[in-house]
């Protein structure tokens, strides 16, 4: 199957995918051409979610007017695709993510050095555990034997 894929991609010159530039430091991708879409409009996708609630808008609930080109994978950025979060920036969030654990297993650790001891000594049980006074025979001796933990 992969060899197949890659037999197309060497004959077809419409396959190629991103084409590097290299200028000095910078580097520039140019777009790759989809021969399935044909003349249909190369749209830059808007999230759903970003744009103005306040609007007004023929499909308020999807936020989209009628007659407005959609961009090619539309389904990826409409109301029902999982939210964006722009809230934080991923170094912010990391820095409270990190600090959080830092604060449990901090304070789990503190919980355990904390702890009292027991108040008590565990029981102890004459006879191996009375394994015999409960009914137990030799080879039942670990069911009945009495555990001291």
Known sequence: MLSRRAVTMLRSPVARVAQVQVRGIRASFDKA???MLGDYPDIDPM??????PYKKYDDQQDR????????VNDDLYDMWSPDRFTHFKNGEALKYFIGFLTLFF????????LAPEKAAIPREFPYEGLWKESGGTEKS???????SE
């Open 47 to 52: 999230p759903a979610q970003l744009k103005s």
């Open 33 to 35: 051409e989809e021969p």
């Open 106 to 113: 901090g304070g789990s650790y503190l919980a355990t050095f």
């Open 64 to 71: 989209r007017n009628r007659n407005e080109p959609l961009s």
């Open 141 to 147: 001796k670990d069911v009945f034997a009495q555990r």
